[in-house]
């Protein structure tokens, strides 16, 4: 068996993949968080420290709580699902939800493999590494490809920014939840376990 080679990249190289390409990749890489831009470039996430980590874990459990309770309205994602958004990019959320109606009309190979559609509900959770720029741009990106409701979360300074299609970005400073409003009626995330 060869031995295994890390190629580090300059940021100011890009690789560009075609979704054939991608699929390959993210196959034969179960390990990386591999996410693809609609102009075909690839995008390798490092994997979280511990403290983004251990936030993720609350976010996610609380997500999937609610999910289960509320079981008929839809399925939620954690940070290992990929969407093929309408655009061509290809994301992984920190944490999603699809309304029940839109992931019932997928077929089971669509189920199986990358899911071909944006969450109703994104989620991303800046990590100290994270730019902040790039985030926004990523938020964006899904409220033009149809996400209905997104949390930008920053737990560096107690921040959130909430995205809406049709409406200015809402930054709240310091919240100590935050509500899934129609989207997700009866969600409340509980941020105290994430701001510590």
Request: proline share 7%; net charge negative; with cysteine.
């Amino acid at each position: 068996m060869p031995s295994t080679l890390t190629l580090e990249l300059p940021n100011t190289t890009l690789l560009h993949v075609t979704p054939e390409q991608f699929e390959e990749l993210a196959a034969a890489n179960r390990d990386l968080r591999l996410e693809r831009t609609a102009q075909g470039e690839l995008i390798v996430n490092p994997p979280t420290g511990g403290e983004s980590g251990r936030r993720n874990v609350s976010l996610t459990g609380q997500l999937g709580r609610w999910d289960e309770a509320n079981e008929d309205l839809g399925i939620a994602f954690d940070s290992s699902t990929g969407f093929i958004l309408p655009n061509g990019a290809i994301c992984s959320p920190d944490a999603s939800w699809v309304q029940q109606e839109r992931w019932d009309a997928l077929t089971p190979e669509q189920r199986r493999g990358f899911v071909p559609l944006c969450p109703d509900f994104v989620v991303e959770l800046r990590s100290a590494t994270d730019s902040v720029a790039k985030l926004q741009e990523k938020m964006q990106e899904y409220l033009n490809n149809g996400a209905r409701l997104g949390w930008l979360i920053e737990p560096q300074n107690q921040r959130v920014e909430i995205y809406r299609p049709g409406q200015k970005i809402q930054v709240l400073e310091h919240p100590i939840e935050l509500s899934g409003e129609d989207v997700l009626p009866g969600f409340i995330l509980n941020l105290r376990r994430i701001w510590r």
